[in-house]
C-alpha cells in the first residue's frame, strides 16, 4: 500500500518492482509540485531572494504548501480522502492499509481551516505566509526572508480585516495554523521516510 492521497490510488500492484511503483507515484503528485514552485515565483519578492533561498524555503515548504491547497481532499462529514486521481477511499480502508495518526491529524488541520471558509484571494496569501515562514535551517540571508515575511503577513492581515470586518480572530487562527502545518510536515517527512527504507 501507499496511502497518501497525493498518489492515484492507496493500493499498488505487489508483483511490481519499487522503483516502478516510486516512479508512478512521481508522475502523480510531480504537477502538484511544479505549481508549488510556479506559485513562488508569483509571490512579489520571492524571485529577489537568492537561488538557494529560493531552493531552501521550497524543500522544506512545499508539503506545508500542498497540504494547505489540498485540505478539502479530506472530507470530515463523509470520513473519506480523495485520491489525486479522484478516487475517494472511506478512512477505516485507509486505516485498514496502515494509515495512522498523521491521518487523524490531518482531519483534524483540515476541518479547523475549511471552518474559516477563506475566500481564494485568502487562501493564496496565505499559502504565500506558509511559504516563506518555511524551516530556516540553512537559510543564507534571514533578514531578507523575514523581511518578505513581514511584509506578507501585513498584507494578509489587511485582506481578512477589509474582508471580514472585526474578524481579527481568524487572522490570529491563521498564524496558529503554522505550526500546525509544521508538525504535520514534521510527522509526514517521518512517514516518506520509512516507506523509502521498507517500501
Ligand atoms: C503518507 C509521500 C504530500 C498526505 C505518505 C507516504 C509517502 C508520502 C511515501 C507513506 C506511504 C505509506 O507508508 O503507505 C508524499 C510525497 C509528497 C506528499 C512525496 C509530496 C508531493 C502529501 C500531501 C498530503 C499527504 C500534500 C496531504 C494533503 C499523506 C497521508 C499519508 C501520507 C494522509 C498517510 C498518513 C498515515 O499513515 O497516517 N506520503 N506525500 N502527502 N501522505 Fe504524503
Same mark, same amino acid.
Not at 471558509?117 to 485568502?122: D, G, I, M, W
Not at 498564524?175 to 527504507?197: G, I, Q, W
Given at each position: 500500500?501507499l496511502?497518501?492521497p ?5 493500493l499498488?500492484?505487489p508483483?511490481?518492482p519499487s522503483h516502478e ?5 512521481? $508522475?502523480?503528485?510531480?504537477?502538484a509540485?511544479?505549481?508549488?514552485v510556479d506559485?513562488?515565483r $508569483?509571490?512579489?519578492?520571492f524571485?529577489?531572494l537568492? $537561488?538557494?533561498?529560493q ?7 512545499t508539503?506545508?504548501?500542498l ?21 475517494r ?8 492499509m496502515?494509515?495512522g ?15 474559516l471558509?477563506l475566500?481564494?484571494?485568502?487562501t493564496s ?13 540553512g537559510?543564507e540571508?534571514?533578514?531578507s526572508?523575514?523581511?518578505? $515575511?513581514?511584509?506578507?503577513i ?10 471580514h ?9 491563521l ?8 508538525s ?5 517527512s517521518e ?7 521498507h517500501p
Amino acid at each position: 500500500h501507499l496511502v497518501c492521497p497525493m498518489n492515484t490510488s492507496p493500493l499498488v500492484d505487489p508483483s511490481k518492482p519499487s522503483h516502478e511503483i516510486w516512479e508512478e507515484f512521481s $508522475q502523480s503528485f510531480t504537477p502538484a509540485v511544479r505549481e508549488v514552485v510556479d506559485f513562488a515565483r $508569483q509571490i512579489p519578492g520571492f524571485q529577489e531572494l537568492s $537561488q538557494h533561498d529560493q531552493v531552501s524555503l521550497l524543500k522544506a515548504g512545499t508539503f506545508e504548501v500542498l497540504m494547505v491547497r489540498f485540505a478539502s481532499l479530506f472530507d470530515v462529514k463523509e470520513r473519506t480522502v480523495t485520491f489525486l486521481s479522484g478516487r475517494r477511499y472511506s478512512v477505516e480502508v485507509l486505516r485498514s492499509m496502515g494509515a495512522g495518526e498523521l491521518l487523524t491529524s490531518m482531519f483534524d488541520f483540515s476541518e479547523k481551516l475549511m471552518a474559516l471558509q477563506l475566500s481564494p484571494e485568502e487562501t493564496s496569501l496565505f499559502t504565500a505566509v506558509v511559504l516563506v515562514s518555511a524551516d530556516r535551517t540553512g537559510i543564507e540571508d534571514v533578514s531578507s526572508v523575514e523581511a518578505l $515575511q513581514e511584509n506578507l503577513i501585513r498584507a494578509l492581515r489587511n485582506l481578512i480585516m477589509r474582508n471580514h470586518s472585526n474578524e481579527s480572530a481568524i487572522f490570529t487562527k491563521l498564524l496558529l495554523k503554522l505550526p500546525d502545518l509544521r508538525s504535520l510536515n514534521n510527522m509526514h517527512s517521518e512517514e516518506l521516510l520509512a516507506f523509502k527504507v521498507h517500501p
